[in-house]
């Protein structure tokens, strides 16, 4: 036979708080205090980029100061992309610069104890066509594709003080990136 309660029945659990961590998701609602974080990068990415459309790395600088049009920002673009994905497939010790050297030694090695490229094999049939087209502006593209400081080409564009040799080096990524069309390298 079951015992009648005696009073409110008693609640499980802990007691509710409504000031607790997990109501409020943001940054500054666990503190209590305004988050300026996106007014000022907002306005850190305009000065860099001169438009807040674009990212900030640093290929969206020269793009954003005009030094790169929008066919050549997006051949840049693929071309990051394509280095990022084949370092990131050999191991998180290779870098965009590792890969290229690896990729274009492969060609020239035929010993034994070469070390086998890995990774996606259309990625690297195109990265070595690309390597072709972009002879004078590898050492660029590098600089852009690595994940960390902002190449110092970048750093003088956004303070409108480039030198007359970073003007030629931008001239020959141009022509470069020119001759390659995402759909043009896959044909061959």
Not at 51 to 58: L, S, W
Not at 114 to 136: E, K, N, S, V, W
Request: glycine share 10%.
């Amino acid at each position: 036979m079951a015992r009648k309660a005696k009073g409110p029945p008693r609640k499980r659990g802990r007691k509710f708080d409504p000031h607790a961590k997990r109501h409020r998701t943001d940054r500054a609602g666990r503190r209590g205090e305004v988050d300026y974080g996106s007014p000022r990068l907002r306005a850190r990415k305009l000065a860099l980029t001169m438009r807040e459309d674009i990212e900030m790395t640093g290929a969206g600088v020269l793009y954003g100061h005009g030094h790169l049009d929008n066919a050549q920002y997006s051949a840049l673009g693929w071309v990051t992309a394509l280095l990022r994905r084949i370092a990131r497939s050999f191991g998180r010790d290779a870098s965009p610069a590792g890969v290229w050297a690896a990729i274009v030694a492969a060609a020239s090695r035929t010993s034994p104890g070469a070390p086998a490229i890995i990774g996606d094999y259309g990625a690297r049939g195109t990265l070595a066509r690309i390597c072709r087209r972009l002879d004078g502006s590898r050492d660029l593209v590098l600089e852009l594709a690595e994940e960390g400081q902002m190449p110092p080409i970048c750093v003088r564009a956004a303070a409108h003080r480039l030198t007359p040799r970073d003007l030629v080096r931008l001239d020959l990524l141009r022509r470069g990136l020119d001759r390659i069309s995402p759909r043009g390298l896959d044909r061959h």
